[in-house]
């Protein structure tokens, strides 16, 4: 329910937005999920502070700014466990409920060493729900009635699941990974483009020599072996540099933004082949070229003066 940053819209909505529910309307919000059945309801809440201290829940990834029940991290499973004899914890929700990214999806929220927190939460706001459904149909009815029963929340989002966010963020990673692939190709057919350009110019400067070399015998192969020389070697290196500086730009990236304990990006075969597709392109574009050279160069061009 909450997530709007501090200084937007009224008061009572920057407090929404920092901390989720007010207490009533939060209560009233888990009576009707604890309706459903097949559904099992655990509320997470926030912390009261100043809010003046900072932004909302998921904007706090070093503090613990949730209280969350003992009774509920066991339903859930595989968001933690508390310590002997507690019934309530202090735990950090800032990554594992309002980040999509899918580093955190299996990273718990709390653990045996979180401190204790009073079970009573009476006067907290509602920061989150998590609801564990036994079925898709359940899953579908707790969605809609979410959807129908949180005016007030500033999240933003869709009630969803954790495997859905992570789904939409792999998906905008793999629209981003398709789009770079076809700006490689596309770079790689341009740079082919630029060099059939540059060989039809080196040949119309230098026809009269290639022709004489024809006249004293030279095979046509053997010129086409020179001229693709000139082509084909620039090509591959700066296809290699391209490659290299690519990839380093990916692990700095990765290094600088990515949390701690992300592997660097090995590249993977569809890298190469985009690559190598793209090479081929630009390699073809070339070869259009070189009919020209046999037909400027044709021995019945030569005039002595």
Known sequence: PGGLPVGTGSSQRQKIGALGLPPAAGATLLHGL???RGATVVPVYSLARDLSAGAGPGFEPSQRNAVISCAGLREVGTLGQCGPGRRA???NTSNMIFNDNPHYSTQPIAG????????DVSKLYLQA???KAN???????VRTFLVT???QSASGTAPRTFGEAVQARAAVTDTIRRLLDIAVTLTLVVAGCSLAVSVGGSLTERKRPFTLLRVTGTPTSTLYRVVLAEAVLPLTAATVIAAGVGYVIAVLTVGTLAPAGTPVPVPGHTYFLTMGAGLVAAFLVILASLPLLRRITSPETVRFE
């Open 89 to 91: 914890v202090l735990a």
């Open 34 to 36: 604890r309706q459903f």
């Open 112 to 119: 045996p060493s979180s401190p204790a927190a009073s079970p």
């Open 149 to 151: 029963h949180t005016a």
């Open 135 to 141: 079925g898709a149909g359940t899953l579908e009815r």
């Open 129 to 131: 729900v998590l609801v």
